[in-house]
Protein backbone atom coordinates (compact mmCIF):
# COMPACT_ATOMS: atom_id res chain seq x y z
CA UNK A 1 0.00 0.00 0.00
CA UNK A 2 1.41 3.24 0.66
CA UNK A 3 1.46 6.23 2.99
CA UNK A 4 -0.47 9.46 2.93
CA UNK A 5 0.12 13.20 4.96
CA UNK A 6 -1.20 16.72 4.58
CA UNK A 7 -1.44 20.29 5.82
CA UNK A 8 -3.82 22.87 5.41
CA UNK A 9 -3.15 25.95 6.92
CA UNK A 10 -5.01 29.64 5.64
CA UNK A 11 -2.86 31.43 7.14
CA UNK A 12 0.84 30.64 6.98
CA UNK A 13 3.17 29.60 4.09
CA UNK A 14 3.22 26.53 3.88
CA UNK A 15 5.67 26.99 0.95
CA UNK A 16 8.41 27.56 3.25
CA UNK A 17 7.66 24.39 5.97
CA UNK A 18 8.59 22.25 3.41
CA UNK A 19 11.12 20.41 6.00
CA UNK A 20 8.08 19.76 8.56
CA UNK A 21 6.31 18.29 5.09
CA UNK A 22 9.48 16.09 4.23
CA UNK A 23 9.49 15.22 8.42
CA UNK A 24 5.97 14.00 8.08
CA UNK A 25 6.45 11.84 4.82
CA UNK A 26 9.67 9.71 6.06
CA UNK A 27 7.59 9.09 9.48
CA UNK A 28 5.68 6.31 6.39
CA UNK A 29 8.68 5.73 4.46
CA UNK A 30 8.33 1.77 5.27
CA UNK A 31 4.76 1.91 4.03
CA UNK A 32 5.89 3.17 0.54
CA UNK A 33 9.70 1.59 -0.01
CA UNK A 34 9.75 2.38 -3.75
CA UNK A 35 8.52 6.19 -4.44
CA UNK A 36 7.48 9.45 -2.41
CA UNK A 37 6.36 12.67 -3.60
CA UNK A 38 5.16 16.19 -2.28
CA UNK A 39 3.17 18.50 -3.82
CA UNK A 40 3.07 22.46 -1.60
CA UNK A 41 1.69 25.94 -2.46
CA UNK A 42 0.90 28.31 -0.35
CA UNK A 43 -2.12 26.96 1.97
CA UNK A 44 -2.10 23.07 0.94
CA UNK A 45 0.94 20.37 1.28
CA UNK A 46 0.49 16.95 0.66
CA UNK A 47 2.51 14.23 1.09
CA UNK A 48 3.04 10.39 -0.35
CA UNK A 49 5.25 7.59 0.03
CA UNK A 50 4.25 4.95 -2.45
CA UNK A 51 4.60 0.91 -2.64
CA UNK A 52 4.01 -0.07 -6.29
CA UNK A 53 1.62 -2.65 -7.25
CA UNK A 54 -0.55 -1.43 -10.29
CA UNK A 55 1.33 0.35 -13.04
CA UNK A 56 4.62 1.07 -11.36
CA UNK A 57 5.82 3.41 -14.12
CA UNK A 58 2.50 5.55 -13.96
CA UNK A 59 0.98 6.02 -10.48
CA UNK A 60 3.34 9.02 -8.87
CA UNK A 61 1.85 10.68 -6.44
CA UNK A 62 0.68 13.48 -4.93
CA UNK A 63 -1.08 13.07 -8.84
CA UNK A 64 -2.28 16.48 -10.34
CA UNK A 65 -5.10 16.35 -13.29
CA UNK A 66 -7.10 19.28 -14.55
CA UNK A 67 -10.74 20.09 -15.86
CA UNK A 68 -10.34 23.51 -17.69
CA UNK A 69 -8.54 25.85 -15.53
CA UNK A 70 -9.31 23.54 -12.27
CA UNK A 71 -6.94 21.80 -10.58
CA UNK A 72 -7.07 18.59 -8.36
CA UNK A 73 -4.25 17.10 -6.35
CA UNK A 74 -4.60 13.56 -4.60
CA UNK A 75 -2.66 11.83 -2.44
CA UNK A 76 -4.15 7.75 -2.09
CA UNK A 77 -3.53 4.66 0.48
CA UNK A 78 -5.63 2.02 -0.79
CA UNK A 79 -7.13 -0.16 -3.89
CA UNK A 80 -10.01 0.07 -5.57
CA UNK A 81 -11.65 -3.57 -6.88
CA UNK A 82 -13.88 -1.96 -9.01
CA UNK A 83 -11.24 -0.22 -11.27
CA UNK A 84 -12.48 -1.36 -14.56
CA UNK A 85 -16.15 -0.61 -14.39
CA UNK A 86 -15.33 2.94 -12.60
CA UNK A 87 -12.99 3.69 -15.66
CA UNK A 88 -15.16 2.38 -18.26
CA UNK A 89 -18.11 4.67 -17.19
CA UNK A 90 -16.03 7.81 -16.91
CA UNK A 91 -14.73 7.17 -20.24
CA UNK A 92 -18.32 7.00 -20.96
CA UNK A 93 -18.79 10.49 -20.23
CA UNK A 94 -15.84 12.06 -21.97
CA UNK A 95 -12.80 11.50 -19.55
CA UNK A 96 -9.56 10.27 -20.85
CA UNK A 97 -6.84 8.47 -18.80
CA UNK A 98 -3.19 8.33 -19.32
CA UNK A 99 -2.30 5.89 -16.72
CA UNK A 100 -3.77 1.98 -15.74
CA UNK A 101 -3.60 2.71 -12.10
CA UNK A 102 -6.48 3.53 -9.81
CA UNK A 103 -4.98 6.32 -8.36
CA UNK A 104 -6.43 8.49 -11.78
CA UNK A 105 -9.66 6.35 -11.88
CA UNK A 106 -10.54 7.73 -8.00
CA UNK A 107 -9.47 10.96 -8.72
CA UNK A 108 -11.02 11.39 -12.00
CA UNK A 109 -14.48 10.00 -10.23
CA UNK A 110 -14.29 12.68 -7.26
CA UNK A 111 -13.41 15.32 -10.34
CA UNK A 112 -16.91 14.00 -12.05
CA UNK A 113 -19.43 12.97 -9.09
CA UNK A 114 -17.40 15.18 -6.19
CA UNK A 115 -18.55 14.17 -3.06
CA UNK A 116 -20.80 11.43 -4.11
CA UNK A 117 -18.22 9.09 -5.81
CA UNK A 118 -17.08 7.28 -2.76
CA UNK A 119 -20.30 5.34 -3.13
CA UNK A 120 -19.31 3.97 -6.62
CA UNK A 121 -15.97 2.70 -4.78
CA UNK A 122 -15.40 -1.33 -4.25
CA UNK A 123 -12.32 -1.16 -2.00
CA UNK A 124 -10.09 -0.09 0.63
CA UNK A 125 -8.91 3.52 0.53
CA UNK A 126 -7.73 6.45 2.66
CA UNK A 127 -7.38 9.56 0.57
CA UNK A 128 -6.91 13.52 0.49
CA UNK A 129 -8.41 15.59 -2.54
CA UNK A 130 -7.02 19.36 -2.81
CA UNK A 131 -9.17 21.22 -5.06
CA UNK A 132 -6.94 24.05 -5.74
CA UNK A 133 -9.31 26.36 -7.29
CA UNK A 134 -12.18 26.21 -4.90
CA UNK A 135 -9.72 25.57 -1.96
CA UNK A 136 -11.05 22.54 -0.29
CA UNK A 137 -10.10 19.50 1.18
CA UNK A 138 -11.82 16.21 1.05
CA UNK A 139 -11.10 13.19 2.73
CA UNK A 140 -12.42 9.68 3.16
CA UNK A 141 -12.23 6.52 4.41
CA UNK A 142 -13.22 2.89 2.99
CA UNK A 143 -16.58 1.63 4.83
CA UNK A 144 -14.96 -1.25 6.57
CA UNK A 145 -12.15 1.00 8.43
CA UNK A 146 -9.24 -1.34 6.52
CA UNK A 147 -6.94 1.59 5.49
CA UNK A 148 -6.01 3.93 8.46
CA UNK A 149 -6.74 7.90 8.72
CA UNK A 150 -6.12 10.12 11.36
CA UNK A 151 -6.11 14.06 11.40
CA UNK A 152 -5.80 17.08 14.34
CA UNK A 153 -6.87 20.84 14.05
CA UNK A 154 -4.06 23.44 15.30
CA UNK A 155 -5.33 27.01 15.35
CA UNK A 156 -5.64 27.51 11.71
CA UNK A 157 -3.94 24.07 10.71
CA UNK A 158 -5.42 20.88 9.95
CA UNK A 159 -2.97 18.34 9.54
CA UNK A 160 -3.45 14.87 8.66
CA UNK A 161 -1.78 11.19 7.92
CA UNK A 162 -2.06 7.28 7.56
CA UNK A 163 -0.44 6.86 11.14
CA UNK A 164 -0.17 9.03 14.21
CA UNK A 165 3.58 8.96 13.83
CA UNK A 166 3.34 11.41 11.13
CA UNK A 167 0.80 13.87 12.70
CA UNK A 168 3.72 13.68 15.74
CA UNK A 169 6.34 14.39 13.49
CA UNK A 170 4.21 18.42 12.78
CA UNK A 171 5.43 19.88 15.68
CA UNK A 172 1.82 21.32 15.87
CA UNK A 173 0.79 18.15 17.09
CA UNK A 174 2.22 16.95 20.40
CA UNK A 175 2.28 13.50 22.06
CA UNK A 176 -0.30 14.17 25.29
CA UNK A 177 -2.52 12.24 26.74
CA UNK A 178 -5.46 12.85 29.16
CA UNK A 179 -8.12 10.54 31.21
CA UNK A 180 -9.80 9.67 28.57
CA UNK A 181 -6.39 8.55 26.27
CA UNK A 182 -5.24 6.66 29.86
CA UNK A 183 -8.41 5.07 30.35
CA UNK A 184 -8.28 3.85 25.83
CA UNK A 185 -4.56 2.66 26.70
CA UNK A 186 -5.48 0.70 30.00
CA UNK A 187 -9.16 -0.40 29.96
CA UNK A 188 -9.82 -0.86 26.43
CA UNK A 189 -6.62 -1.64 25.08
CA UNK A 190 -5.36 -2.73 22.69
CA UNK A 191 -8.57 -1.81 21.14
CA UNK A 192 -9.82 1.60 20.31
CA UNK A 193 -13.22 3.56 20.34
CA UNK A 194 -13.80 4.20 16.84
CA UNK A 195 -12.52 7.71 16.30
CA UNK A 196 -10.44 8.54 19.28
CA UNK A 197 -6.79 9.19 18.14
CA UNK A 198 -5.67 8.14 21.79
CA UNK A 199 -3.81 11.77 22.12
CA UNK A 200 -5.40 14.31 22.83
CA UNK A 201 -6.81 16.51 19.90
CA UNK A 202 -5.82 13.68 17.64
CA UNK A 203 -9.05 12.02 16.05
CA UNK A 204 -9.40 9.11 13.82
CA UNK A 205 -12.06 9.81 10.57
CA UNK A 206 -14.05 7.05 11.20
CA UNK A 207 -15.16 3.97 8.46
CA UNK A 208 -17.38 4.78 6.04
CA UNK A 209 -17.34 8.45 6.03
CA UNK A 210 -15.95 11.44 4.68
CA UNK A 211 -14.70 14.72 6.08
CA UNK A 212 -14.69 18.17 3.38
CA UNK A 213 -12.20 21.12 4.67
CA UNK A 214 -13.03 24.84 3.74
CA UNK A 215 -12.65 27.71 5.18
CA UNK A 216 -15.32 27.35 6.80
CA UNK A 217 -13.99 24.79 8.91
CA UNK A 218 -14.93 20.74 8.62
CA UNK A 219 -17.90 18.89 7.88
CA UNK A 220 -17.90 15.10 8.30
CA UNK A 221 -20.20 13.22 6.76
CA UNK A 222 -21.61 9.56 6.72
CA UNK A 223 -21.90 7.70 3.26
CA UNK A 224 -22.01 4.24 4.46
CA UNK A 225 -23.99 2.47 7.74
CA UNK A 226 -25.31 -1.00 8.45
CA UNK A 227 -29.01 -1.32 7.61
CA UNK A 228 -31.29 -3.66 9.04
CA UNK A 229 -34.30 -5.28 7.53
CA UNK A 230 -35.64 -8.86 6.87
CA UNK A 231 -33.89 -11.88 5.02
CA UNK A 232 -36.55 -12.81 2.45
CA UNK A 233 -34.03 -15.96 1.01
CA UNK A 234 -34.25 -19.39 2.19
CA UNK A 235 -30.52 -21.51 3.27
CA UNK A 236 -29.84 -22.74 0.28
CA UNK A 237 -30.52 -19.47 -1.78
CA UNK A 238 -28.62 -17.78 1.22
CA UNK A 239 -24.94 -19.84 0.88
CA UNK A 240 -25.07 -19.48 -2.61
CA UNK A 241 -25.30 -16.24 -2.54
CA UNK A 242 -22.14 -16.19 -0.01
CA UNK A 243 -20.55 -18.24 -2.24
CA UNK A 244 -21.00 -16.16 -4.78
CA UNK A 245 -20.20 -12.45 -3.27
CA UNK A 246 -16.67 -13.96 -1.90
CA UNK A 247 -15.34 -15.82 -5.35
CA UNK A 248 -15.62 -12.51 -6.86
CA UNK A 249 -14.54 -10.65 -3.96
CA UNK A 250 -11.16 -12.75 -4.09
CA UNK A 251 -11.54 -12.36 -8.05
CA UNK A 252 -11.40 -8.83 -7.60
CA UNK A 253 -8.74 -8.89 -4.69
CA UNK A 254 -6.06 -11.04 -6.97
CA UNK A 255 -5.39 -8.53 -9.54
CA UNK A 256 -1.99 -7.53 -9.19
CA UNK A 257 1.02 -6.47 -11.18
CA UNK A 258 3.07 -7.99 -9.08
CA UNK A 259 3.13 -11.76 -7.92
CA UNK A 260 -0.02 -12.72 -4.81
CA UNK A 261 0.48 -14.88 -2.26
CA UNK A 262 -1.92 -16.14 0.63
CA UNK A 263 -1.35 -16.68 4.26
CA UNK A 264 -2.27 -20.28 5.38
CA UNK A 265 -3.24 -21.01 8.50
CA UNK A 266 -5.14 -24.32 7.61
CA UNK A 267 -8.61 -22.75 9.39
CA UNK A 268 -11.38 -22.21 6.65
CA UNK A 269 -10.80 -18.99 6.19
CA UNK A 270 -6.95 -19.04 4.66
CA UNK A 271 -7.83 -22.10 3.26
CA UNK A 272 -10.34 -21.01 1.02
CA UNK A 273 -8.10 -17.82 -0.55
CA UNK A 274 -5.73 -20.34 -1.07
CA UNK A 275 -8.26 -22.13 -3.15
CA UNK A 276 -9.56 -19.46 -4.85
CA UNK A 277 -5.98 -18.30 -5.50
CA UNK A 278 -4.56 -21.35 -6.36
CA UNK A 279 -7.14 -21.83 -9.00
CA UNK A 280 -6.82 -18.24 -10.24
CA UNK A 281 -3.23 -19.03 -11.07
CA UNK A 282 -4.00 -22.67 -12.48
CA UNK A 283 -6.14 -20.58 -15.11
CA UNK A 284 -3.61 -17.76 -15.43
CA UNK A 285 -0.82 -20.20 -16.22
CA UNK A 286 1.23 -18.47 -13.44
CA UNK A 287 2.45 -21.23 -11.57
CA UNK A 288 2.51 -22.69 -8.27
CA UNK A 289 0.42 -20.46 -5.45
CA UNK A 290 3.48 -19.19 -3.02
CA UNK A 291 1.59 -19.97 0.63
CA UNK A 292 3.10 -19.04 4.10
CA UNK A 293 2.72 -20.37 7.35
CA UNK A 294 3.54 -19.49 11.27
CA UNK A 295 4.69 -21.61 13.88
CA UNK A 296 7.00 -20.90 16.82
CA UNK A 297 9.90 -23.44 17.70
CA UNK A 298 9.30 -26.23 19.76
CA UNK A 299 5.29 -25.27 19.98
CA UNK A 300 4.44 -28.81 18.89
CA UNK A 301 5.85 -29.86 22.85
CA UNK A 302 4.30 -27.18 25.03
CA UNK A 303 0.65 -27.03 22.89
CA UNK A 304 -2.18 -28.09 25.26
CA UNK A 305 -5.33 -28.33 23.54
CA UNK A 306 -8.41 -25.81 25.68
CA UNK A 307 -11.82 -24.34 24.53
CA UNK A 308 -9.98 -21.27 22.75
CA UNK A 309 -7.78 -23.53 20.96
CA UNK A 310 -9.38 -27.10 20.39
CA UNK A 311 -5.69 -28.33 18.22
CA UNK A 312 -2.37 -27.14 16.46
CA UNK A 313 -2.41 -25.41 13.08
CA UNK A 314 0.73 -27.56 11.43
CA UNK A 315 -0.80 -30.54 10.40
CA UNK A 316 -3.93 -28.42 8.66
CA UNK A 317 -1.12 -26.46 6.92
CA UNK A 318 0.32 -29.45 5.51
CA UNK A 319 -2.95 -31.06 4.08
CA UNK A 320 -4.37 -27.68 2.20
CA UNK A 321 -0.72 -26.90 0.42
CA UNK A 322 -0.66 -30.86 -0.47
CA UNK A 323 -4.24 -30.63 -1.48
CA UNK A 324 -3.92 -27.59 -3.83
CA UNK A 325 0.08 -27.99 -4.78
CA UNK A 326 1.15 -24.88 -3.73
CA UNK A 327 4.65 -23.34 -2.89
CA UNK A 328 4.70 -23.23 0.63
CA UNK A 329 6.51 -21.60 3.29
CA UNK A 330 6.91 -22.28 6.95
CA UNK A 331 7.83 -19.37 8.66
CA UNK A 332 9.45 -20.71 12.34
CA UNK A 333 10.11 -17.90 15.10
CA UNK A 334 12.28 -18.46 18.03
CA UNK A 335 11.37 -17.52 21.43
CA UNK A 336 14.11 -14.52 22.12
CA UNK A 337 12.89 -12.81 19.15
CA UNK A 338 9.69 -12.94 19.49
CA UNK A 339 9.91 -10.89 22.55
CA UNK A 340 12.40 -9.09 21.42
CA UNK A 341 10.79 -7.39 18.99
CA UNK A 342 7.67 -6.19 21.51
CA UNK A 343 9.09 -2.57 21.11
CA UNK A 344 9.68 -2.24 17.18
CA UNK A 345 6.17 -3.67 17.01
CA UNK A 346 4.90 -0.62 19.11
CA UNK A 347 6.44 1.68 16.92
CA UNK A 348 5.26 0.28 14.45
CA UNK A 349 1.38 0.66 15.81
CA UNK A 350 2.35 3.76 17.72
CA UNK A 351 0.37 2.10 20.35
CA UNK A 352 0.60 -0.60 22.63
CA UNK A 353 -0.37 -3.76 20.66
CA UNK A 354 -1.87 -7.36 20.91
CA UNK A 355 1.85 -7.87 22.41
CA UNK A 356 3.31 -11.52 20.89
CA UNK A 357 -0.13 -11.65 18.66
CA UNK A 358 1.46 -8.77 16.95
CA UNK A 359 5.41 -9.45 16.67
CA UNK A 360 4.09 -12.49 15.76
CA UNK A 361 2.71 -11.20 12.52
CA UNK A 362 5.56 -8.60 12.53
CA UNK A 363 8.12 -10.69 12.22
CA UNK A 364 6.26 -13.25 9.83
CA UNK A 365 5.38 -10.19 7.37
CA UNK A 366 9.24 -9.59 7.54
CA UNK A 367 10.28 -13.21 6.60
CA UNK A 368 7.06 -12.82 3.92
CA UNK A 369 8.09 -9.71 2.01
CA UNK A 370 11.88 -10.97 1.10
CA UNK A 371 9.77 -12.69 -1.48
CA UNK A 372 6.17 -11.30 -1.74
CA UNK A 373 4.55 -8.03 -2.48
CA UNK A 374 1.18 -8.48 -1.76
CA UNK A 375 -0.85 -11.49 0.13
CA UNK A 376 -4.33 -12.22 0.77
CA UNK A 377 -5.57 -12.99 4.35
CA UNK A 378 -8.59 -14.21 5.99
CA UNK A 379 -9.16 -11.57 8.68
CA UNK A 380 -12.49 -10.72 9.87
CA UNK A 381 -14.54 -13.72 8.18
CA UNK A 382 -14.68 -14.23 12.21
CA UNK A 383 -16.76 -11.00 13.14
CA UNK A 384 -19.04 -11.44 9.68
CA UNK A 385 -20.18 -15.43 10.18
CA UNK A 386 -19.35 -15.68 13.82
CA UNK A 387 -16.16 -17.38 14.66
CA UNK A 388 -15.63 -16.54 18.05
CA UNK A 389 -16.67 -17.89 21.62
CA UNK A 390 -18.66 -14.98 22.71
CA UNK A 391 -21.07 -15.80 19.81
CA UNK A 392 -21.46 -19.02 21.54
CA UNK A 393 -20.50 -19.17 25.20
CA UNK A 394 -23.73 -18.01 27.21
CA UNK A 395 -21.82 -16.46 29.84
CA UNK A 396 -19.98 -13.87 27.21
CA UNK A 397 -23.17 -13.22 25.13
CA UNK A 398 -24.84 -12.14 28.11
CA UNK A 399 -21.84 -9.85 29.92
CA UNK A 400 -22.94 -6.26 30.06
CA UNK A 401 -19.79 -5.08 27.88
CA UNK A 402 -17.72 -5.81 25.67
CA UNK A 403 -17.81 -9.89 25.51
CA UNK A 404 -14.16 -10.30 23.86
CA UNK A 405 -13.53 -8.64 27.70
CA UNK A 406 -16.40 -9.54 29.75
CA UNK A 407 -14.49 -8.87 33.54
CA UNK A 408 -12.89 -5.22 32.29
CA UNK A 409 -12.88 -5.58 36.48
CA UNK A 410 -9.73 -7.67 36.10
CA UNK A 411 -7.97 -4.61 34.83
CA UNK A 412 -8.57 -2.39 37.84
CA UNK A 413 -6.16 -3.66 40.59
CA UNK A 414 -3.49 -3.28 37.87
CA UNK A 415 -3.43 0.75 38.38
CA UNK A 416 -2.64 2.86 40.89
CA UNK A 417 -5.37 4.02 43.06
CA UNK A 418 -5.23 7.64 42.15
CA UNK A 419 -5.41 6.73 38.37
CA UNK A 420 -8.38 5.03 39.14
CA UNK A 421 -10.02 7.99 40.61
CA UNK A 422 -8.50 10.25 37.25
CA UNK A 423 -10.02 8.16 34.77
CA UNK A 424 -12.90 6.11 36.06
CA UNK A 425 -12.75 2.61 34.68
CA UNK A 426 -15.66 0.94 34.94
CA UNK A 427 -17.61 4.00 34.23
CA UNK A 428 -15.11 4.60 30.90
CA UNK A 429 -15.91 1.46 29.60
CA UNK A 430 -19.47 1.03 30.75
CA UNK A 431 -20.15 4.54 29.15
CA UNK A 432 -18.23 3.33 26.12
CA UNK A 433 -20.12 0.14 25.60
CA UNK A 434 -23.52 1.64 26.05
CA UNK A 435 -22.35 4.39 22.94
CA UNK A 436 -22.16 1.04 20.81
CA UNK A 437 -25.00 -0.41 21.88
CA UNK A 438 -26.86 3.05 20.81
CA UNK A 439 -25.69 3.38 17.67
CA UNK A 440 -27.34 -0.71 16.79
CA UNK A 441 -29.67 -0.37 14.22
CA UNK A 442 -32.51 -2.27 15.12
CA UNK A 443 -34.96 -4.54 13.45
CA UNK A 444 -38.52 -4.06 15.65
CA UNK A 445 -39.60 -7.36 14.50
CA UNK A 446 -36.86 -9.81 16.39
CA UNK A 447 -37.40 -11.62 19.01
CA UNK A 448 -34.92 -10.76 21.94
CA UNK A 449 -32.62 -13.21 21.19
CA UNK A 450 -31.93 -12.58 17.88
CA UNK A 451 -31.97 -8.84 19.17
CA UNK A 452 -29.15 -9.64 21.05
CA UNK A 453 -26.95 -11.82 18.75
CA UNK A 454 -27.51 -8.39 16.31
CA UNK A 455 -25.69 -6.67 19.31
CA UNK A 456 -23.18 -8.92 19.36
CA UNK A 457 -22.19 -8.83 15.93
CA UNK A 458 -22.30 -5.43 15.65
CA UNK A 459 -20.01 -4.97 18.18
CA UNK A 460 -17.48 -7.40 16.87
CA UNK A 461 -17.46 -5.55 13.22
CA UNK A 462 -17.29 -1.77 14.79
CA UNK A 463 -15.56 -2.22 17.84
CA UNK A 464 -13.27 -5.29 17.95
CA UNK A 465 -12.44 -6.22 14.05
CA UNK A 466 -10.69 -2.65 14.24
CA UNK A 467 -8.23 -3.92 16.45
CA UNK A 468 -7.60 -6.81 13.55
CA UNK A 469 -7.43 -4.17 10.94
CA UNK A 470 -5.45 -2.21 12.60
CA UNK A 471 -2.46 -5.02 13.26
CA UNK A 472 -2.72 -6.39 9.67
CA UNK A 473 -2.03 -2.89 8.32
CA UNK A 474 0.71 -1.61 11.08
CA UNK A 475 2.37 -4.80 10.83
CA UNK A 476 2.31 -5.17 7.45
CA UNK A 477 3.60 -1.65 6.56
CA UNK A 478 6.16 -1.79 8.65
CA UNK A 479 7.68 -3.52 5.87
CA UNK A 480 5.91 -2.80 2.89
CA UNK A 481 3.92 -5.64 2.53
CA UNK A 482 0.29 -5.34 1.03
CA UNK A 483 -2.46 -7.98 2.83
CA UNK A 484 -5.85 -7.80 1.07
CA UNK A 485 -8.88 -8.71 2.99
CA UNK A 486 -11.51 -10.14 0.91
CA UNK A 487 -14.07 -10.91 3.61
CA UNK A 488 -14.31 -7.58 4.19
CA UNK A 489 -15.42 -6.67 1.28
CA UNK A 490 -18.76 -4.35 2.20
CA UNK A 491 -21.15 -5.99 -0.28
CA UNK A 492 -20.26 -9.18 2.10
CA UNK A 493 -20.97 -7.49 5.29
CA UNK A 494 -24.26 -5.66 4.18
CA UNK A 495 -25.64 -8.89 2.89
CA UNK A 496 -24.55 -11.32 5.72
CA UNK A 497 -25.23 -8.74 8.37
CA UNK A 498 -29.14 -9.22 7.94
CA UNK A 499 -28.93 -13.02 7.85
CA UNK A 500 -30.57 -14.94 10.62
CA UNK A 501 -28.63 -16.16 13.66
CA UNK A 502 -30.41 -19.39 13.41
CA UNK A 503 -28.77 -19.82 9.62
CA UNK A 504 -25.31 -18.35 10.18
CA UNK A 505 -25.02 -21.22 13.22
CA UNK A 506 -26.30 -23.92 10.44
CA UNK A 507 -25.49 -27.43 11.81
CA UNK A 508 -24.96 -25.36 15.40
CA UNK A 509 -21.10 -25.07 14.10
CA UNK A 510 -19.21 -21.74 14.12
CA UNK A 511 -19.36 -19.81 10.81
CA UNK A 512 -21.86 -23.31 9.71
CA UNK A 513 -23.15 -20.93 6.75
CA UNK A 514 -20.14 -20.38 5.25
CA UNK A 515 -19.03 -23.93 5.71
CA UNK A 516 -21.77 -24.84 3.64
CA UNK A 517 -21.31 -22.11 1.06
CA UNK A 518 -17.71 -23.40 0.36
CA UNK A 519 -19.09 -26.81 -0.16
CA UNK A 520 -17.01 -28.33 -2.99
CA UNK A 521 -13.94 -25.61 -2.85
CA UNK A 522 -12.46 -27.30 0.29
CA UNK A 523 -11.81 -31.23 1.50
CA UNK A 524 -14.90 -32.01 3.57
CA UNK A 525 -12.10 -32.66 6.83
CA UNK A 526 -11.08 -28.91 6.51
CA UNK A 527 -13.73 -28.29 5.59
CA UNK A 528 -15.42 -28.82 9.00
CA UNK A 529 -12.47 -28.43 11.27
CA UNK A 530 -13.43 -26.93 14.19
CA UNK A 531 -12.31 -23.40 14.41
CA UNK A 532 -8.69 -22.67 16.10
CA UNK A 533 -7.50 -19.17 16.05
CA UNK A 534 -4.30 -17.10 15.18
CA UNK A 535 -1.45 -19.70 16.71
CA UNK A 536 0.40 -17.98 19.59
CA UNK A 537 3.13 -19.69 21.55
CA UNK A 538 2.92 -22.19 23.95
CA UNK A 539 6.48 -22.44 25.59
CA UNK A 540 6.95 -21.37 29.13
CA UNK A 541 10.05 -19.30 28.43
CA UNK A 542 8.12 -16.86 26.39
CA UNK A 543 6.62 -16.11 29.37
CA UNK A 544 9.68 -16.09 32.10
CA UNK A 545 11.21 -13.40 29.28
CA UNK A 546 9.01 -10.95 29.24
CA UNK A 547 7.78 -11.81 33.01
CA UNK A 548 11.15 -10.78 33.91
CA UNK A 549 11.78 -7.91 31.26
CA UNK A 550 8.34 -6.57 32.58
CA UNK A 551 9.60 -6.74 35.94
CA UNK A 552 12.82 -4.96 35.07
CA UNK A 553 11.01 -1.98 33.11
CA UNK A 554 8.92 -1.59 36.41
CA UNK A 555 11.81 -1.01 38.19
CA UNK A 556 13.20 1.50 36.79
CA UNK A 557 12.64 4.96 38.26
CA UNK A 558 12.77 6.38 34.53
CA UNK A 559 10.03 4.15 33.47
CA UNK A 560 6.75 6.50 33.09
CA UNK A 561 4.96 3.61 34.35
CA UNK A 562 5.76 3.76 37.45
CA UNK A 563 3.35 6.77 37.69
CA UNK A 564 0.38 4.83 36.45
CA UNK A 565 0.66 0.95 37.31
CA UNK A 566 0.38 -0.42 40.59
CA UNK A 567 3.60 -2.51 40.92
CA UNK A 568 2.75 -4.06 43.68
CA UNK A 569 0.37 -5.63 42.62
CA UNK A 570 2.05 -6.44 38.89
CA UNK A 571 4.35 -8.22 41.25
CA UNK A 572 1.84 -10.28 42.90
CA UNK A 573 0.61 -11.64 39.67
CA UNK A 574 4.39 -12.47 38.22
CA UNK A 575 4.51 -14.51 41.53
CA UNK A 576 1.42 -16.68 40.67
CA UNK A 577 0.74 -19.59 38.46
CA UNK A 578 -0.16 -17.73 34.99
CA UNK A 579 -0.16 -20.91 33.15
CA UNK A 580 -2.89 -22.26 36.01
CA UNK A 581 -4.77 -18.52 35.47
CA UNK A 582 -5.16 -18.17 31.81
CA UNK A 583 -7.72 -15.63 31.66
CA UNK A 584 -8.15 -14.14 28.33
CA UNK A 585 -8.55 -10.57 29.33
CA UNK A 586 -8.71 -9.27 25.32
CA UNK A 587 -9.99 -11.91 23.03
CA UNK A 588 -8.93 -15.41 23.02
CA UNK A 589 -5.42 -14.88 23.31
CA UNK A 590 -4.32 -12.68 25.55
CA UNK A 591 -4.11 -13.31 29.19
CA UNK A 592 -1.21 -13.87 31.92
CA UNK A 593 1.78 -13.85 29.66
CA UNK A 594 0.28 -11.07 27.44
CA UNK A 595 -0.12 -8.56 30.17
CA UNK A 596 3.46 -7.90 30.96
CA UNK A 597 4.25 -7.61 27.16
CA UNK A 598 1.52 -5.11 27.20
CA UNK A 599 3.48 -3.36 30.04
CA UNK A 600 6.39 -3.83 27.91
CA UNK A 601 4.97 -1.97 24.90
CA UNK A 602 2.73 -0.03 26.97
CA UNK A 603 6.66 1.77 28.77
CA UNK A 604 8.32 1.59 25.47
CA UNK A 605 5.99 3.41 23.71
CA UNK A 606 6.15 5.89 26.18
CA UNK A 607 9.39 6.61 26.18
CA UNK A 608 9.96 6.76 22.70
CA UNK A 609 6.91 9.39 21.89
CA UNK A 610 7.67 11.19 24.74
CA UNK A 611 4.30 10.75 26.08
CA UNK A 612 3.36 13.13 28.34
CA UNK A 613 0.02 13.33 30.93
CA UNK A 614 -1.93 15.93 30.74
Known amino acids: MCGIVGWIDWEQELSTKSHILSAMVETLAARGPDAQGTYITTHAALGHRRLSVIDPAGGAQPMIRFRGEQKFVITYNGELYNTPELKAELEARG ?56 YAERGSSFIFGSELKALLANPLVQPEIDAEGLAEIFMLGPARTPGHGIFRGVHELKPGYSLMYTRQGKVIKRYWALESREHSEDFAATAARVRELLIDAARRQLVSDVPICTLLSGGLDSSVLTALAAKSNEQLGLGSLSTYSVDYVDNDLYFKANGFQPNADAPWVTRVSEYFGTNHHNVLLDI ?10 ALARDLPGMADIDTSLYLFCREIKKKATVALSGECADEIFGGYPWFRREEMINAATFPWSPRPEIRIPWLKPEVRSWIKPEKYVRERYQEALDEVPRLPSEEKYSARMREIFYLSLTRFMPTLLDRKDRMSMAFGLEIRVPFCDHRIVEYVWNVPWEMKNAQNREKGLLRYALDGILPEDVLWRKKSPYPKTHNPAYTNIVVKDALEVLSQASSPLRDLVAINKVSEIAKG ?17 QLFAYLIQADYWMRQYKVQIV
Open 577 to 593: DLAASNIPWFGQLMSGP
Open 336 to 345: PELAASLRPA
Open 95 to 150: HRFTTHCDTEVLLVAYIEWGEACVEKFNGIYAFGIWDETRQSLFLARDRIGVKPLF
